[in-house]
């Protein structure tokens, strides 16, 4: 196989990116090129994740070798040709210190082990990956700390609004008028890059599911009952922000519990979808008892046997969950909903450091609240309130006028979901 002439091509093709037409991506900032720490950046298939570590590299100076494994010319490579590999890149730019292997564990069972050589031999990675096993298997594994890892998500709105030329800072009544108008797009679009700017993009999205599905997990995990699969992942897409359990699935699919918990556990390795757990004390519930988000809001609509359009409010709540994933450090925060029986409900509990930070609703029209709407919002933030004692009490609308209100002694902060999109608020 002439893979220096593979390469070479690939080689091209990146060189040949315009950076003046690419967008600043919040995660940039955490590949630190200097570490001796494999940078690993894993996502969502088509999220950017390579486009982002190409950016990074070509706007540093530094020479580096490419390898996108993620083409047809390198599939089912045997263990002594990486070493050909990286031959052919020595031949094609002389001496490297830093390698960037974009998507690769599709070289199957191998690669921890071909990473771990470089590492030990003082070179700089840069990796990309489109499955968190990448790093909860077989790199933790073989590793053992030595990489540190990036999530990348789709879009955030602020992205995809600078990708749109939007201001984000303006105040005036044109640029806010103008935010809230791309975010009514993007709570139906989403925010995968390479449909930004266009107008038939169901099918696209659907085909991408479809390969998530195939390829990312049933190729990767020898699945057999690719139908079981796909017709959970397209339930949990169905059931966004809605509290379920693994028996309850297991009941609709008609597959056992513990195929449903497995399956599960694929689907969120994937990035096809992510999870909220509930808040407790106790570990049992926080397992037993969770919620699911599509990790892109246009995957709610636009997967195979979708039921119709979720609801705005639904889809809002998703962008939130999005949003707030982004924000907190995988470190040392975490994110769970917070629910009494049927007393109340509040949609997200924020915990930094091991301690509750915030609690925040999400509802989409609250200019003209009902009683009962009210009711379920801020009086179910004060009691969430009194349960976890967080004072921080905050209420995201799409439609309403930014205000505080007061309840019982406790502040509660209305921001309109545009402003804390931006961080406006």
Same mark, same amino acid.
């Given at each position: 196989?002439?893979f220096?002439?593979i390469?070479?091509?690939?080689r091209?093709?990146l060189d040949?990116l315009?950076?003046?037409a690419?967008?600043s991506?919040? $995660? ?7 570490? !001796?720490?494999a ?5 969502v298939r088509?999220?950017?994740k ?8 070509? $706007? ?11 083409d047809?010319?390198l599939?089912n ?13 020595y ?5 490297l210190d ?12 191998i ?6 050589r470089?590492l030990r031999?003082?070179k700089?990675?840069?990796i ?8 909860s298997?077989e790199?933790?594994t073989?590793l053992?700390g ?8 789709p879009?955030?709105f ?6 749109? /030329?939007?201001?984000?800072k ?9 935010r809230q ?10 925010g ?17 599911v ?11 995990? !020898?699945v ?17 922000g809605? $509290?379920v359990?693994t ?13 449903v918990? !497995?399956y ?12 909220v757990?509930?808040?407790?004390y106790k570990n ?5 008892i969770?919620?699911y988000y599509?990790?892109?809001v ?9 039921? /119709?359009s979720p609801?705005?409010g639904?889809r ?9 994933m982004?924000?907190i450090s995988p470190?040392s ?6 629910? #009494?029986? #049927?007393?109340y409900?509040v949609?997200?509990v924020?915990?930094k450091?091991?301690?509750v930070?915030?609690?925040?609703q ?7 609240p009902?009683?009962?709407?009210r009711n379920r919002e ?22 309403g006028?930014?205000?505080t209100e007061t309840?019982?002694? #406790?502040?509660?902060?209305?921001v309109k979901?545009s ?7």
């Amino acid at each position: 196989m002439d893979f220096r002439r593979i390469l070479s091509d690939q080689r091209s093709e990146l060189d040949n990116l315009d950076l003046s037409a690419l967008v600043s991506r919040a $995660e940039e900032a955490n590949v630190n090129l200097n570490s !001796k720490l494999a940078q690993i950046v894993i996502g969502v298939r088509r999220s950017g994740k390579s486009t982002l570590c190409q950016k990074v590299l070509l $706007e540093s100076g530094i020479k580096f070798g490419y390898v996108n494994f993620d083409d047809e010319n390198l599939v089912n490579l045997h263990p002594e040709q990486l070493n050909e590999i990286i031959e052919a890149l020595y031949r094609l730019h002389g001496p490297l210190d830093y390698f960037f292997f974009d998507e690769i564990q599709n070289v199957r069972d191998i690669w921890p082990l071909f990473v771990n050589r470089l590492l030990r031999q003082g070179k700089r990675l840069v990796i990309t990956g489109s499955n968190a096993n990448l790093l909860s298997g077989e790199l933790a594994t073989h590793l053992t700390g030595r990489y540190h890892q990036i999530e990348n998500f789709p879009f955030s709105f602020t992205e995809y609004c600078s990708m749109l /030329g939007i201001d984000m800072k303006s105040m005036s009544t044109v640029a806010t008028g103008l935010r809230q108008k791309t975010l009514d797009e993007y709570l139906i679009k989403g925010g995968m890059p390479e449909i930004v700017y266009e107008h038939e993009y169901s099918y696209y999205l659907k085909g991408l599911v479809e390969s998530i599905i195939t390829k990312d997990i049933c190729r990767r995990h !020898k699945v057999r009952n690719v139908e079981s699969i796909r017709r959970l992942a397209n339930l949990v897409l169905d059931l966004v922000g809605q $509290e379920v359990q693994t028996n309850e699935l297991a009941a609709k699919i008609g597959i056992s519990h513990p195929t449903v918990a !497995k399956y599960l556990q694929y689907l969120k390795e994937s990035y096809l979808i992510c999870e909220v757990p509930v808040f407790s004390y106790k570990n049992l519930d926080r397992q037993k008892i969770r919620k699911y988000y599509a990790i892109d809001v246009a995957f709610m609509s636009n997967h195979e046997y979708a039921l /119709g359009s979720p609801g705005l409010g639904w889809r809002l709540e998703n962008v939130v969950t999005l949003e707030l994933m982004r924000r907190i450090s995988p470190e040392s925060d975490k994110l769970f909903y917070l629910k #009494k029986n #049927k007393d109340y409900e509040v949609d997200f509990v924020v915990v930094k450091n091991d301690k509750v930070s915030e609690l925040i609703q999400v509802t989409y029209d609250f200019s003209d609240p009902s009683t009962k709407l009210r009711n379920r919002e801020l009086i179910g933030l004060v009691k969430g309130s009194h349960a976890v004692g967080c004072d921080k009490l905050t209420l995201i609308v799409m439609e309403g006028s930014p205000r505080t209100e007061t309840i019982d002694n #406790k502040e509660i902060r209305i921001v309109k979901a545009s402003d804390w999109l931006a961080e406006l608020d």
